[in-house]
């Protein structure tokens, strides 16, 4: 049945028995902290219209996007960057000082999604439908993003520590060790971000973007600058790639919007966001939400021209 633009939204249930059916366009999911709980709507959009992609990336907040995309879990999308503002041990000054997080990552990524948390994942569905997935995170040995593919993440725990590392902020969350690596958010790599490199490394041409900032935003330099180094001081590297990402990331956002104009991307730009990425009141985010979803429904009929979906 159709509802103007929009399909009746798929249940749960139908999503578990539908095959992927998008397979020449890679999505990409932008981080941004809780910036994304109004990509959080992108994501149960997509999953409630039956667009499924066969291949997805995203990096710091966007891997969690990831993650909840491809277990096809719009509800869990939701609640990823919602409700769990309302958590208790989502983490606060007290654990900064204790060397856990302002957010306390080991919680969120590590102790949240197992059976009994409060958001549990379920790894069994999230590998039955074969999506590729791509997670980025800043190797502090090498000084490289280093992207974790569904063949490195063969259960929950490899999954988990490697979402876990791709969102960890230098100096407000611990770094995470994998493979005897360090490893930090993967938004001040090379890519800046955005996980077109890999998407083209991989292969395609085509890409659906989902992205936490305006069309016309510039990021500034970054202050406090000589702050940064000192706190940072015996990673160096970490440091300088902080202090310029900036010039990376504007030069990636003119590619896309190149790629836009060429008709090789479409690119959900947030064009209402309400929240910034450290936001903890429930009620702000639920609204942001609201407003990723109003963008969505919008935004859908030319989506689906864009990859060719009656």
């Known amino acids: 049945m159709k509802d103007g633009d929009l399909t009746t939204p798929l249940t749960r249930e139908e999503m578990t028995h539908l095959p992927n059916n998008v397979f020449d366009t890679a999505l990409i999911f932008e981080g941004g902290g809780m910036r994304a709980s109004y990509a959080a709507a992108i994501v149960a959009g997509l999953l409630r219209e039956g667009i499924f992609f066969d291949y997805t990336a995203g990096i710091s907040a966007g891997s969690s996007c990831v993650v909840n995309y491809v277990a096809r879990e719009p509800v869990r999308a939701r609640k990823s960057f919602v409700e769990i503002a309302a958590d208790p041990n989502l983490g606060n000054a007290k654990t900064f000082l204790q060397g856990k997080g302002l957010f306390y990552s080991e919680y969120i990524y590590e102790e949240i999604p197992l059976p009994g948390g409060a958001l549990p994942l379920d790894f069994n569905r999230l590998s039955s439908f074969g999506t590729k997935m791509r997670i980025g995170s800043f190797n502090v040995t090498t000084g490289k993003t280093e992207y974790w593919t569904e063949e490195d993440l063969t259960d929950l725990p490899s999954l988990m520590l490697a979402v876990r590392a791709s969102s960890s902020l230098p100096i407000l969350m611990p770094p995470a060790k994998i493979h005897g690596d360090w490893h930090v958010d ?60 900036p010039d990376r ?21 947030a ?23 109003a963008q969505f429904k919008r935004d859908l009929p030319g989506l689906k021209k864009f990859l060719g979906i009656d």
Request: glycine letters at 8%; proline letters at 3%.
């Open 186 to 245: 993967g938004a001040i790599g090379e890519n800046a971000g955005i996980a077109l490199d890999v998407a083209e490394r991989d292969g395609f041409e085509k890409f659906v973007f989902v992205l936490t900032q305006p069309r016309d935003y510039v990021k500034e330099p970054m202050k406090h600058q000589a702050l940064i180094r000192a706190l940072l001081n015996r990673l160096p590297g970490v440091a300088d790639a902080m202090l310029s990402r």
């Open 249 to 269: 990331y504007n030069a990636l956002r003119e590619r896309i919007f190149e790629l836009e104009k060429a008709g090789k991307a479409y690119v959900f730009w």
């Open 271 to 293: 064009d209402d966001m309400q929240v910034d990425t450290g936001e903890r009141d429930e009620a702000r985010l639920a609204f942001n939400y609201s407003l990723g979803e």
